[in-house]
């Protein structure tokens, strides 16, 4: 029984040294492919930026915006970290919002993931989850504003005539990206522990087929937490610039917004991870799911075929058609 034992834990031993290769060298693999597509990327769109486009143009357009407001740092700050945020996040969950009450255009609801849910939505639910993320949005997160814009001050490169350049910029897009992914994966995971779920995360997960408005629809605990802290860190160590930092909230609320929006829709980041965390609660609790394969917290759902159509969709015929459920069989 004891030599049983010791094959059992050497077994176990050479199981997770394994697992531990096989999560480097996907991850060496996603590293070396990203940072050759990074720097072309880089190459690529910065000699269109500067050559093909008006060379000045956003340099002389930062300078009109920034002379017209005579360099009011709070009212700068407030319109590009608050205003122009909330426009993006307000703009795309309208047009979403038309979709989930009236079913039309049916270009985009016949991309719905969970077929037959919010088919139409519940309108007093929905209206609950509009008040709330407004809620969030005027007394959570522009609180939160108020004190990274103290923060920003004191870093002196925030409010700067001149802008960063675009490769800067796209250095700290990644930044900001990995910081996301590490404090929400782990902030996340916090508030599922039972006792912080009952109180506080379990308002989120009211919803089990979600819409976009959704993605800001919770606690406001959780949305200091889970939801605010993860976006503004990455600019406050980097010291960004204002205009980086609009453009970082902004990509950050429709992002969000797309992961809980229920349509797969074409030439979009695919949504299908998070809705499946929506679904079934303990698995996929990331942004890139980088941390979820690391941790196993995404084992379920690379068995479904969620996990199959969890790709941009190239084309237009919806992925729950291409890659249907498997018949249910009968009992």
Not at 9 to 38: H, R
Not at 134 to 153: D, E, I
Not at 202 to 217: D, L, M, N, Q, R
Request: charged share 15%; glycine share 6%.
């Amino acid at each position: 029984m004891k030599r049983d034992s010791g094959y059992s834990t050497v077994a176990e031993q050479q199981k997770q040294e394994e697992k531990l290769w096989d999560a480097l060298k996907i991850s060496a693999y996603a590293f070396s492919t990203g940072l050759l597509m990074f720097t072309a990327l880089v190459n690529s769109v910065s000699w269109f930026m500067q050559d093909i486009t008006l060379g000045n143009f956003w340099q002389t357009t930062w300078l009109k915006f920034y002379n017209f407001f005579e360099g009011d740092e709070w009212t700068i700050f407030l319109l590009g970290a608050a205003l122009v945020p909330a426009l993006a996040f307000w703009g795309f969950n309208g047009i979403l919002m038309v979709a989930d009450i009236t079913g039309k255009p049916t270009f985009i609801t016949r991309y719905r993931i969970q077929l037959g849910k919010n088919d139409p939505v519940d309108t007093k639910k929905l209206c609950q989850a509009i008040y709330t993320a407004l809620g969030n949005q005027f007394f959570v997160s522009l609180p939160m504003l108020v004190a990274m814009f103290h923060v920003m001050k004191w870093w002196g490169n925030t409010f700067s005539k001149e802008l960063p350049t675009f490769q800067w910029f796209l250095v700290e897009l990644s930044i900001f990206i990995i910081i996301e992914e590490i404090l929400f994966y782990y902030t996340h995971r916090l508030v599922h522990h039972p006792v912080l779920y009952k109180h506080i995360h379990k308002k989120h997960h009211e919803w089990t087929a979600p819409v976009g408005v959704v993605s800001i629809y919770a606690h406001p605990v959780e949305h200091i937490l889970s939801n605010t802290l993860p976006v503004i860190t990455g600019p406050m160590v980097m010291g960004s610039h204002i205009v980086s930092i609009s453009v970082w909230f902004s990509l950050a609320l429709v992002t969000t917004s797309i992961s809980h929006c229920g349509y797969h829709l074409p030439f979009l980041p695919s949504p299908e991870f998070h809705d499946f965390h929506h679904l079934k609660f303990n698995q996929c609790y990331g942004v890139l799911g980088v941390l979820d394969y690391l941790h196993g917290t995404d084992r379920v759902f690379r068995q479904t075929k969620a996990f199959e159509r969890h790709k941009v969709l190239l084309g237009l015929t919806p992925l729950s058609e291409s890659i249907p459920e498997a018949p249910k069989r009968a009992e």
